[in-house]
């Protein structure tokens, strides 16, 4: 199953919710209407006013839920009584953890998500939380932090990634606002039986019986709460479990960290917090529900699947075995030979590589392990003031504006001008300062540094990333002619600015046919086709090639558009609605367009990533030949 199919899946799944949401709501209406049938006997208006009643607390009540987590990941996170990791933490555990999680979000081609960390939880478990990758967090307990070692914690992590690519995470925050409105009505009976406790007369007793009403309604929600959460959480979970093994190309990882949350004392269970809420976001059972409302399938299951030589009595040797010694990730690591980062160095990369379409197309978010190495080895080379400067809230912004300095010093100090309008002049002067670092910065890594300071970015103030975000259009057209790297990094910035600034908003729909976009469809081609071939004849080759590849037997005109960057925009705009299926074929055909004359360079591979994450398709670092 790729990541397309999955995708399809997900809107399945989505449907599958509102449908299981919708009887739910019937079952308790009809339960209201016969508790009431029986109580007062057949009035109608008393039927109509329960009935609007409750649909109304419901009703209500989820969009109040769904109002509050409108802000994605990090709401979720401090809901849970998480807290950010700092950027700069000395703490071995805590920069061992933001590490796996740069390199994964690098390999993957995704923003880098917020971290966060739930401190008092001895237990192993983790969660991602968010509408789309651009407001991502990954949060995770101490347990995991200092329990696991470096592969069993980048299983877990790719494990979570695997949620955020696949469309999952909407879908879990969905689950929380319908599922609160169904939930709250336990907690209204509990609150009214309270009140009503010791109310035994007999004017008294109406008030018992409607607080006995309300708790039996409430346990009801609580039920059909539990029952479609495990409805829809238990096969994500298998699939998740195999994509972490599909990106890491190893499964001792994923299955070292179950295994020790079968052997340890604490398991997965959350202690300090309420899992309720998030039981069916979590890696591990973080709650502890019977059979029927489990939210994850059984552990052992789960081990077996990615270790068949896996016993039940090897349950029992564990838990010995980490009675007399438990586990530390840090000791295991090395003992390994880790270093204090783990990662590995970056393969060399030519300027031009030769890629296959139908291969691009499947390593959409399908990071393998070699994209791991690839990522963990731009990370270790990138300059130290660099990487501190995209880490750091004063110098994560001067950075990425450096990356679009002219070299010409007219040219240059016009735009240094245009920032000191906008943002000030101290934000002008520190990205001149930050110019001067970047000489020798290899092409490759310009983007994953962008990557590395866009969570800083986020947290700026609203007015603040509009004129940010303004600022970089400017700097792009400062010369008059906006080159390929220019584009990607404005548009690439732009499009995940404004997904975080509004991330519950922020959603294609994933209807659109591709014949009804074709005017757009021909748009997009032709500017790749164009920017990807110095010779016109074989930049109408390769348009009339891909063209082909998309639309098989007809023709059509080669017109590049002649401001391409604003049609650029709007096809982009518009084909992200495609449904899954035909966004596979694009991306094929879009490969095509770039690569007719048998090698792509670094400047048209990065236009080829980019229009792709404006598609919610992300690839990986490097393209597969």
């Known amino acids: 199953m790729n990541f397309f199919e999955r995708q399809n899946r997900s809107r399945k799944q989505s449907a599958r919710l509102v449908l299981l949401f919708g009887l739910a709501v019937l079952a308790i209406v009809l339960a209201v209407n016969v508790i009431i049938l029986a109580t007062a006997g057949p009035r109608i208006e008393l039927l109509a006013m329960a009935t609007l009643g409750t649909l109304g607390v419901i009703g209500i009540s989820s969009l109040i839920k769904i109002s509050l987590l409108r802000s994605g990941g990090r709401e979720v996170a401090r809901e849970m009584g998480a807290v950010a990791v700092p950027e700069d933490t000395p703490d071995f555990h805590l920069r061992r953890l933001r590490n796996v999680v740069e390199e994964i979000a690098i390999a993957s081609g995704v923003p880098m998500p917020d971290i966060y960390l739930m401190e008092g939880e001895p237990g192993i478990n983790a969660f991602a939380a968010g509408y789309s990758p651009s407001d991502a967090a990954i949060c995770v307990t101490r347990g995991a932090l200092e329990k696991l070692n470096r592969d069993e914690l980048q299983g877990v992590i790719a494990h979570e990634f695997s949620h955020i690519l696949n469309g999952d995470m909407r ?79 190893q499964t001792s990882g994923i299955a070292g960290a179950l295994k020790k949350i079968a052997g340890i004392q604490e398991g997965s269970k959350l202690q300090a917090t309420d899992g309720e809420e998030v039981s069916h976001m979590l890696f591990g059972d973080g709650v502890g529900y019977s059979s029927l409302f489990a939210t994850h399938p059984p552990l052992l299951e789960r081990i077996k699947a990615l270790d068949p030589s896996f016993r039940p009595e090897d349950v029992t040797a564990l838990r010995q075995q980490y009675a007399v010694s438990p586990p530390s990730g840090l000791d295991e690591d090395l003992a390994m030979g880790f270093s204090a980062d783990g990662r590995s160095a970056m393969p060399a990369a030519g300027i031009e590589v030769s890629i296959a379409a139908e291969r691009v197309a499947d390593q959409v978010a399908e990071p393998a392990s070699d994209d791991f190495q690839r990522a963990g080895g731009i990370l270790a080379a990138l300059p130290a003031p660099l990487r501190r400067a995209a880490e750091s809230r004063e110098l994560a912004m001067p950075l990425v504006m450096s990356l679009l300095l002219d070299g010409d010093d007219g040219i240059r100090q ?98 659109e046919r591709l014949h009804a976009l074709q005017h757009h469809a021909a748009a997009l081609l032709a500017v790749l086709a164009k920017v990807g071939h110095t010779d016109d004849t074989q930049a109408q080759r390769a348009f009339s090639a891909a063209w082909e590849h998309l639309f098989p037997g007809s023709a059509e005109r080669y017109a590049p558009p002649v401001e391409w960057r604003h049609a650029l925009d709007e096809a982009l705009h518009r084909l992200d609605r495609l449904q899954p299926s035909p966004k596979q074929l694009l991306i094929e055909s879009m490969t095509v367009a770039i690569s007719q004359d048998g090698r792509v360079s670094v400047a048209e591979a990065e236009l080829l990533r980019t229009t792709c994450a404006c598609l919610h398709c992300p690839l990986p670092p490097m393209l597969e030949s």
Not at 176 to 204: E, P, Y
Not at 215 to 228: D, E, N, P, Q, S
Not at 480 to 492: D, H, I, M, N, T
Request: a positive charge; charged letters at 20%; one cysteine or more.
């Open 171 to 249: 879908l879990n925050i969905r689950l929380m606002g319908l599922l609160f409105g169904i939930l709250v009505l336990a907690i209204i009976g509990r609150r009214v039986l309270i009140h009503g406790r010791g109310v035994r007369s007999k004017d008294g007793a109406p008030v018992f019986a409607i607080a006995l009403a309300l708790m039996v309604l409430g346990y009801a929600g609580v039920f059909f709460g539990r029952l479609i959460k495990a409805g829809v959480s238990r096969q994500r979970e298998y699939l998740a479990d195999a994509s972490a093994v599909q990106f890491t190309r």
């Open 414 to 511: 016009k735009q240094l001008a245009a920032i000191a309008d906008a943002l000030g002049p101290r934000e002008s002067e520190r990205t001149a300062a930050m110019f001067g670092d970047l000489p020798g910065l290899h092409p490759m890594q310009r983007m994953p540094l962008a990557a590395l300071a866009f969570p800083r970015l986020r947290r700026e103030p609203r007015p603040t990333l509009l004129r940010f975000i303004s600022v970089m259009d400017t700097l792009a057209h400062a010369d008059g002619e906006v080159q390929p790297f220019e584009y990607c990094l404005s548009k690439l910035l732009q499009t995940q600015v404004w997904e975080a600034l509004d991330p519950s908003r922020r959603q294609p729909r994933g209807s």
